[in-house]
């Protein structure tokens, strides 16, 4: 049972004195394999608006992830990424394809009557 089935559960005039978690709770719950990644979470947990995910390993449980996990996880990679491609542009490496580009590649500047 989630936040979101309470607050629904709620929002309908329903009442928590009494009630089973049964009967409010998600009955159809999205989860992932263990093998998911991380831009899979995220489109899954967009696609479905839901905010956790119950991760499963031959259909046992073995954790659940949540939005901000997976968030994190995709800011991590990309500042990563972000620091590899800067590493790689002002690597040597780079600097030289790119004169090499600028010899093989000049074009004579055309006349503008």
Known sequence: ???RD??????TGGQTAGIKTKDIMTN??????????SSQLMQLMTENHIRH???????????IVSIGDVVKQLLEK???????L??????????????????????PHA???
């Open 6 to 11: 309470i607050i629904r559960h709620l929002s």
């Open 53 to 63: 995910a119950p991760i499963t390993r031959d259909g046992q449980l073995v954790g």
């Open 28 to 37: 159809k719950v999205v989860t992932v394999e263990t093998n998911v990644t």
């Open 111 to 113: 006349k503008i009557s």
């Open 78 to 84: 990309y500042g990563q990424e972000a620091e590899q």
């Open 1 to 3: 049972m989630s936040e």
């Open 86 to 107: 800067k590493q790689f542009i002002n690597s040597q490496s780079c600097q030289n394809l790119a004169n090499k580009y600028n010899r093989t590649n000049k074009q």
